[in-house]
């Protein structure tokens, strides 16, 4: 079965910690992506990568880090430095040549 | 003005009748364009995408792209309960060397049995 796993489905964070979102896909993916979204608003791109071991941040990478050391995986840490963490973020991924994003089913991390 | 704008809604159409989703963009180098339907709580799955001047239909589905206009629209006929959910416009368009998609803010469909 093909797809886009993220853990864990929801994420606790305390202040001052670092927390990390896992994000692996099985589709043979080249290029994966995070997006954070927040109540009444659009999808914003946090970072992405095109290829194994490179990435570029995307509009809202501030507080936010990523590596990509294998194709099936694209980790995301939200640093303390991140100071208003609470959102829904997703993950996707798209093909080579493929314009179509498809999504993972999110993480929900909250702060306590 | 924001790349890509939808109406927020809610949009409430009784069952069975026909839902029109509108979108526009402000870039006109725009190229391609996708429509994704979030049901709440979850994550957005992909309905259709279309790329030309024109209709594209899919089932109950039609997109339509005017790029003259920059304007797209997702139509559902037969509209069901099951339709109700936030429905996500998306914009591609090259930026650099990044194929960037923009998301609009989604619009909420209420189809009422």
């Known amino acids: 079965d093909g797809g886009i796993t993220q853990s864990p489905k929801y994420l606790f964070r305390k202040e001052g910690q670092n927390v990390t979102l896992s994000c692996e896909q099985n589709?043979?993916?080249?290029?994966m992506y995070w997006y954070r979204q927040d109540p009444g608003q659009g999808l914003r791109l946090i970072y992405y990568?095109?290829?194994?071991?490179?990435?570029q941040k995307g509009d809202i990478a501030e507080g936010y880090s990523v590596s990509r050391e294998k194709k099936e995986s694209f980790p995301l840490t939200v640093t303390s430095a991140q100071k208003n963490p609470t959102a829904f973020y997703l993950c996707a991924s798209s093909g080579q040549g493929s314009e179509t994003q498809y999504f993972g089913p999110g993480t929900r991390l909250l702060v306590l | 003005q924001k790349e890509v704008e939808q109406n927020s809604g809610p949009l409430s159409v009784p069952e069975g009748a026909i839902a029109s989703l509108n979108c526009t963009y402000s870039?006109?180098?725009?190229?391609?364009f996708f429509w994704y339907r979030q049901y709440s709580g979850k994550s957005p799955e992909l309905i259709m995408s279309i790329y030309s001047n024109g209709d594209k239909e899919d089932g109950r589905f039609t997109a339509q792209l005017n790029k003259a206009s920059q304007y797209v629209s997702l139509l559902i006929r037969d509209s069901q309960p099951s339709d109700s959910a936030t429905y996500l416009c998306a914009v591609r368009r090259r930026s650099g060397g990044y194929q960037k998609v923009t998301f609009g803010t989604g619009t909420k469909l209420q189809v009422i049995p």
């Open positions: 990568s095109q290829i194994v071991n490179d990435f």
């Open positions: 870039d006109r180098v725009s190229q391609s």
């Open positions: 589709l043979n993916h080249d290029a």
